[in-house]
């Protein structure tokens, strides 16, 4: 079945009668977010198995750095508690 230019303007009118263009933009923006999932689990699966087949372990993404704590903050609330007030 060969594809013709009139099927796709066909589906895109019956697409925009359905849908109309106020969502349209909507439709486009999740269409990718989809495609993109779906391309991030196929590179995923496809990485696994590579390294499975090479017998390398696959190791897991570094852990980001704990963030350090505010030393002033802790600081000053500490000193004034210990401090007697008037």
Do not use: C, Y
């Not at 696994?48 to 087949?53: D, L, R």
């Not at 017998?55 to 963030?67: D, I, K, N, V, W």
């Amino acid at each position: 079945m060969p594809f013709h230019p009139l099927w796709l303007v066909v589906i895109l009118i019956v697409v925009l009668i359905v849908f109309g263009p106020g969502r349209l933009p909507e439709l486009g923006g999740a269409v990718g977010r989809a495609m993109r999932e779906f391309r991030k689990a196929t590179n995923d699966l496809t990485n696994e198995v590579t390294s499975a087949a090479q017998g390398r372990p696959s190791t897991p993404p570094p852990a980001a750095p704990a963030a350090p704590a505010d030393s002033a903050a802790t600081g000053s609330s500490s000193s004034e508690a210990s401090t007697p007030k008037n």
